[in-house]
């Protein structure tokens, strides 16, 4: 199993940005769907982007337009760049790759904190 380990979380103020990068122990990206999600307390975990292993990538209606996903294949490296933050993106934002239509697998996660 490819491990993930996510950086680049913390603590932004309201419309500032930050860079998350998700960095996976084994050469799949091209292979897999590989993406973003979060969990903000009290909720559930919920979808933000995703990019195919060809490249498409899929966005959370909350979230277009002010986030990018993007990926580095031979560094097998993930990012999400994040801009125009609000306080309710606030949450634990995690890494994750899925083979076809398959069983998801996770990183530990990353905390990102907007101040209003």
């Known amino acids: 199993q490819v491990l993930l380990v996510e950086s680049g979380g913390g603590l932004v103020q309201s419309g500032g940005s930050l860079r998350l990068s998700c960095v996976a122990s084994?050469?799949?990206?091209?292979?897999?769907?590989v993406g973003w999600s979060r969990q903000a307390p009290g909720k559930q975990r919920e979808f933000v982007a995703s990019?195919?292993?060809?490249?498409?990538?899929t966005y959370a209606d909350s979230v277009k337009g002010r986030f990018t996903i993007s990926k580095n294949n031979a560094n097998m490296i993930c990012d999400l760049q994040m801009n125009a933050l609000k306080p309710e993106d606030t949450a634990v934002y995690y890494c994750?790759?899925?083979?076809?239509?398959?069983?998801?697998?996770w990183g530990q996660g990353t905390q990102v904190t907007v101040s209003s």
């Open positions: 990019i195919s292993n060809g490249g498409v990538s």
């Open positions: 084994g050469n799949i990206f091209s292979m897999v769907t």
């Open positions: 994750w790759y899925r083979i076809g239509d398959g069983e998801s697998y």
